[in-house]
């Protein structure tokens, strides 16, 4: 692209709110259970004010800016305000740790972290200060700047072990061709605003002039209400919503009418809860993808080609695929080993790490994020698991997402994280870690061995259970698997 292509995102959104005024751009479903509905025009008012006051904090063009907001109005004001500026901005999770978060902020070195913490840094500007704001100058900050970043993003991975991802995004809006989500939806953002799935759900779609019903915290039911509400008609949501969205009383009696694409990223998706999904909206506006923050790809399929292909998570969009084993090799269809990604487009540099380094690519440009799975003779990809979280257990590899997607289908297991614990007999032991959908009445650890029995081979059924109130997932509905299976040494 050209450096004369495009509208910076800034000015892109003070267009919008000349030529939409004050049509809905933004509902934000607060934590509270309230809504607030924004326009454009108002939208454009308060980022103008937040960058003011950014500005007095001493940001300027080129500098990163660290959000440690919810997703909420203000993320949003905050992030615009950023742009206007000529900032780049730095998503990052309102929970995280202390220390996890200290160790991303020395290695981006951001000039501002705007958030709520129970330790702030020096200088932060707290939720209540961007609040604060209505009194500044509402008119756009002079000049016309673009940052070299959109955004970085911070990433632990399954690692534990912080890193921030610099992929080219060059914030500039240009009109996107189709991607998966195309233009003129109403999107619900669903996904955290720190999560990729929630920036692009959130933020591609304003800048493309579309309305973002915006949900600060997932909650099964509200969404669907939300979605019958507002006639939702997009939406990018990761397994665990989709699985406990398929988990609700009558929700084969709700309206997803308006639903004319639903997109599925992230880990393995159970695969009854796949065909709960293909029955709720019709299966050819269901899109099942893999990839990742690092743009090593894009894999994806619909519905329709999914019940041809059960289980699959479809073929390379923009990029070619391969399965090979260690030394290399590419494996025949069928084999599992790890899956190897390379783009169309010949960009051999697609990110880079810092905190972390940056793998080079193998001969040819191919990556990988890790992950194993399995080819049809089609070309079809079947995500096993993590290769960092496949259990050894006597000799035999065993996949915690397997296990999972057994277990998950359990009318008593509302969420289940599959580990390995250290064992004399067996190296390392298959532990399940189950959130029953009552804590009054939870399912014994004899009735789950038994549902195990009947659907996985014997060294996959887990050795022991754990019955917790809560796994501890972020709003992502990511899991630390090293960090839970680290906890629990010696738990049998």
């Known amino acids: 692209m050209g450096a004369d292509e495009g509208i910076p995102y ?14 809905t751009a933004l509902v934000v479903a607060a934590a509270d259970g ?11 008012r308060r980022a103008n004010q937040v960058a003011h006051r950014l500005a007095r904090a001493g940001v300027g063009e080129g500098d990163l800016v660290a959000v440690g907001l919810p997703s909420n109005a203000e993320h949003v004001m905050t992030t615009f305000a950023a742009w206007k500026l000529g900032a780049a901005v730095l998503p990052l999770r309102p929970e995280l740790p202390g220390w996890e978060r200290d160790r991303l902020l020395a290695l981006a070195e951001p000039r501002l972290l705007v958030g709520d913490w129970p330790d702030p840094p020096p200088g932060t500007l707290a939720l209540a200060d961007v609040r604060a704001t209505t009194d500044e100058d509402d008119t756009p900050p002079p000049g016309d700047r ?6 970085l993003i911070a990433t ?18 240009v009109p996107a061709g189709p991607g998966v989500i195309p233009a003129g939806q109403r999107v619900l953002a669903v996904c955290p605003l720190y999560h990729a799935n929630g920036y692009a759900s959130c933020y591609t779609t304003l ?22 509400r507002h006639r939702v008609s997009a939406a990018i949501m990761v397994p665990t919503m989709l699985q406990r969205i398929a988990r609700l009383d009558g929700v084969r009696d ?7 694409r639903v997109v599925y990223g992230a880990a393995v998706l159970p695969e009854w809860v796949a065909r709960t999904w293909l029955d709720l909206v019709p299966p050819e506006r269901f899109l099942f993808t893999y990839g990742g923050s690092e743009g090593l790809g894009i894999v994806a399929c619909t519905g329709r080609e999914w019940l041809d292909h059960p289980g699959t998570t479809g073929r390379g969009a923009d990029c070619d695929v391969a399965v090979r084993d260690a030394d290399g090799r590419d494996l025949p269809p069928g084999e599992i080993g790890e899956i190897w990604l390379r783009l169309r487009s010949g960009e051999s540099d697609p990110f880079r790490y810092v905190g972390a380094e940056t793998p080079a690519p193998a001969d040819g440009g191919w990556r990988s994020f890790g992950d194993m799975g399995r080819l049809d003779a089609e070309g079809y990809l079947y995500i096993a698991d993590r290769r960092q979280d496949m259990i050894v257990t006597g000799g035999v590899n065993v996949f915690p997402a397997e296990v999972e997607a057994a277990l998950s289908e359990h009318p008593e297991v509302a969420d289940v994280a599959v580990v390995g614990v250290p064992d004399p007999e067996w190296q390392r032991a298959v532990h399940a870690v189950v959130q029953p959908r009552s804590a009054a009445e939870p399912p014994t650890a004899g009735e789950l061995r038994a549902w195990c029995k009947e659907r996985l081979a014997g060294p996959k059924v887990p050795k022991s259970f754990e019955i917790v109130d809560e796994l501890p997932r972020t709003g992502a509905g990511k899991i630390n698997r090293s960090r839970l299976a680290a906890e629990r040494v010696g738990a049998r």
């Open 156 to 173: 632990s991975g399954s690692t534990g072990t912080p890193k921030i991802i610099v992929a080219p995004s060059p914030a500039r809006y």
């Open 146 to 151: 673009m940052p070299p970043y959109a955004r």
């Open 254 to 260: 709700r309206d997803f009418s308006s639903l004319q």
């Open 207 to 228: 800048l493309a002039g579309d309305p973002v019903v915006l949900v600060e915290r997932f909650d099964a039911a509200r969404v669907v209400d939300l979605v019958e």
């Open 34 to 44: 309230s809504e607030q509905r924004y326009g454009w025009a108002t939208l454009e």
């Open 10 to 23: 800034g000015r892109r959104l003070t267009e919008l709110a000349t030529e939409l005024g004050e049509h």
